[in-house]
């Protein structure tokens, strides 16, 4: 295993000790022993950081483009060699398995790195010009926000980090960043790694806390943006916050999204991407596709297809390479979750294809300790109707709701029949149609014959309660800049009406 870091209060390019004596502990989901014992920042803390930040920002954002690129690169490659390490501190945080952490958290943060210094140093700040007449243009110039608040979910803890950090470093401002209190292990091992790449001290900061931490950044005075990643009823208090400040944010928050097999759809393609939608990361993804619309005349076929497909799930040693499923990340979580399907159960009345209450069988061998985490059984909903609460609300567990349908018009009216709008997605081979219906379906992250992936390329960002604006991508930049527009006059003389009396 590794030495277990002590989250840390982080300012000035270094660890600090906070003012605080209260703590909170970081625990480990597959066996719900503690971790380790983090000290919670104070209001004070707090100040000093975002001082330390506003401090770094009038050098950092007028450092050159390709000179701030240098260093996030340098930082990318640390990350990328160190894999193994991080990746093993992710999955004692989040319970996630190896074969996850290893293969898509570490580099995926890496990849938004690499993308966001790559577009900044290849004038991806650059402005317009528009000429108005032959003396007379209007040119506009991006500039970053300042000190922004970066707070962070505890399903990608690393890579959400990352995410908020490779795009707003590279257009300039400072950070401070807000781990969940569930998942800090990486946070200041990512800032010590920063500061390694030649990150100058100030321009990533990090404290420690929960929501009465994370409540003080975002309507503090000193930030002038509030990038957040969590549930849509946080997001809410912090969109409330920071707006009284007018203070610029985006929100990533929750979803319960539709994945429609349409009739001509190969049942196994189909099912393949209902696994990855539901099962992994143990369900904890915000883009899942939990509401599963089948054809009416292909749920016999795509059940069965899924049952079999099921038993490919491999809880167990998270470290083993071959396991594929792990813990959910906390008591609190695990407590939501086994109420969902217990509600699913007595409560909606829905028919229980597979999983459900009770304990998951551990692979025999398994250390006796993981008997004691946070499990739960992969479990599948089927014969589902709308109203059910297991259909309307995010779950963020391996839960599975399958619904049938008999025309693509009624499917699409059905899969926007929600309040959330974060991703969505269709298996067909009918290209045409695919279109047609991924066009009609009111989500900002969509799919055709795939699910899940999200490369730095792919804006993401959802659409009604799911969010506000975007990250990665070209468009991910322009969060994190606002624009001046200059209006230059070669004329010789000013128009003016005060020339005569
Ligand atoms: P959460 O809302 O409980 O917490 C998120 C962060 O907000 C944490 O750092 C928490 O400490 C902080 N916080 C809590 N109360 C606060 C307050 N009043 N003011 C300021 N900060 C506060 O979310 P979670 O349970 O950690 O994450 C799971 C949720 O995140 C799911 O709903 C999931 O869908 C969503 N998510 C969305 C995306 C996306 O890109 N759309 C990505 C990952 C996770």
Known sequence: MVDIPTPSLFYDGKPQTSSSTQTFQSIDPSTALPLTTITTSTPTDIDAAIASAARAFPTWSSTPAPSRARILLHAASLLRSRTPFLATLETLDTGKAYSETSAIDVATGADALEYFA??????GLSGEATPLRPDAWVYTAKAPLGVCAALGAWNY????????????????????YKPSEVTPLHSSVLAALFAEAGLPPGVFNVVQGGGETGAYLAAHPGIAKVSFTGQVATGRKVAAAAGAGLKYVTMELGGKSALVVLADAEVEQAVDGAMMANFYSSGQVCTNGTRVFVPRRMKEAFEAALLRK???????????????????????????????????????????????????????????????????RPTVFTDCTDDMRIVKEEIFGPVMSILTYDTVEEVVRRANDT?????AGVF???????????????????WINTWGESPAEMSVGGWKMSGVGVENGRRGIEAWVRNKSTLVDMAGEVATVFSKL
């Open 118 to 123: 790559h577009l900044v140093a290849s004038s």
């Open 157 to 176: 803890p690393l890579q959400i980090a990352l995410w908020k950090a490779a795009a707003g470093l590279a257009a300039g401002n400072t950070l401070v």
């Open 428 to 446: 067909t081979k009918d290209l045409n149609l695919a279109h047609k219906v991924i066009a009609q379906l009111e989500a900002g992250i969509t």
């Open 310 to 376: 099921m038993r490919f799930i491999r809880p167990g040693d998270l470290m083993d390479p071959a396991t594929n499923f792990g813990p959910l990340v906390s008591r609190v979580h695990h407590e939501k979750v086994v109420g969902y399907i217990r509600h699913g159960i007595e409560v909606d009345r829905a028919t229980l294809l597979h999983g459900g209450l009770g304990k998951l069988d551990l692979p025999d061998g398994v250390a006796e300790e993981l008997k004691s985490g946070f499990w739960v």
């Open 419 to 423: 309040t959330l709008g974060l991703a």
